[in-house]
């Protein structure tokens, strides 16, 4: 059986069935009566059985015909719901966005640009994973999340990475410490014979902080190594150390206690980016989504 019948020819049958005239079901659909003809004729051809007696002077619907009329009013409405399931989710009235994002933004950033977005499509379900670079990338493969805010390139055949800012890197200082009553930028040589307080590998706050002492020929070899950016912030307000952090991570948590200072020579920048699984569309509510993180990291 070939079904080559469209949701208008569905609608001239319904026409059809209730007028029960060629005539009027014409002028109802806006075509000449032989149009009407061809297209109960297709009909009837696909599914091989016929649908309405006519004779000269009335058109009935034969025992098929009245089944028929049942079906293609189901297949009318499922077409009208799908119809206006798509607009919904177009117009970001229902859908979901499911997000990864490193913990320093999924504390800071992402909750403000959530915040908004609920606020302005409250039929939108939102979804949020804190975690490292490499498990969010998986997730973007695995289709967890639409995509992942991170500050690593992933560099990988099947990811795309789209830049959306950077952040500089301030040392975090006990208020009492000797560096921290000044307003001046430190060098990075200015502080690597301090105690530190980092992330441990394979953070990209790690990573930077191992480069930027590399670059004076210096090993980098924390004194405490912790996961949690609390937990960081905590140690140095205690006065156990310094701590070298992006100004988003550094954002998370209260200053109590601490004073921060600009980290130079070299002027790192760590970038935040979006990623995403090559070759498939951000839905328009993960586009929109987008639109505010973008807005907030400015």
């Known amino acids: 059986m070939l079904i080559n019948w469209s ?30 003809t061809a297209v109960i004729a297709r009909i009837e051809a696909a599914l091989e059985v016929k649908l309405f007696d006519r004779t000269t002077r009335q058109v009935q619907l034969t025992g098929p015909g009245a ?3 049942e079906q293609a009013q189901r297949l009318r409405h499922t077409a009208q719901d799908a119809v206006r399931a798509v607009r919904e989710v177009a117009s970001l009235q229902v859908g979901q966005v499911a997000m990864a994002a490193m913990p320093s933004l999924a504390a800071t950033v992402v909750p403000r640009a959530y915040a908004r977005f609920a606020q302005a499509h409250p039929g939108i379900r939102l979804k949020l994973l804190d975690t490292l670079s490499g498990p969010a990338f998986d997730m973007v493969r695995a289709g967890q999340v639409d995509f992942a805010l991170t500050a690593a390139n992933p560099a990988y055949p099947d ?6 800012a950077s952040d500089g890197f301030v040392l975090l200082l006990p208020q009492g410490h000797a560096l921290a009553r000044g307003r001046k930028a430190l060098r990075w040589l200015d502080v690597a014979t301090l105690q530190h307080i980092s992330m441990p590998l394979p953070s990209s706050v790690r990573q930077y902080a191992d480069a ?4 004076h020929r210096i090993q980098f070899a924390p004194q405490f190594e912790l996961e949690h950016l609390a937990s960081i912030k905590a140690l140095v307000a205690a006065g156990l150390g310094v701590a070298a952090l992006p100004e988003l991570a550094a954002n998370v948590g209260p200053d109590t206690g601490i004073v921060r200072r600009r980290l130079t020579a070299p002027e790192l920048r760590r970038p935040i980016g979006l990623v995403t699984l090559r070759g498939r569309s951000l839905s328009p509510a993960a586009s929109e ?9 400015k």
């Open 7 to 36: 949701s208008r020819d569905i609608d001239i049958f319904l026409s059809l069935a209730e007028t029960l005239s060629f005539r009027q079901t014409a002028e109802r659909m806006h075509l000449s009566q032989p149009a009407v």
């Open 67 to 69: 089944v028929f009329v």
């Open 159 to 164: 990811l795309d990475y789209l830049p959306l």
């Open 212 to 215: 930027a002492f590399l670059e």
């Open 289 to 297: 989504m987008v639109n505010y993180l973008s807005q907030e990291m």
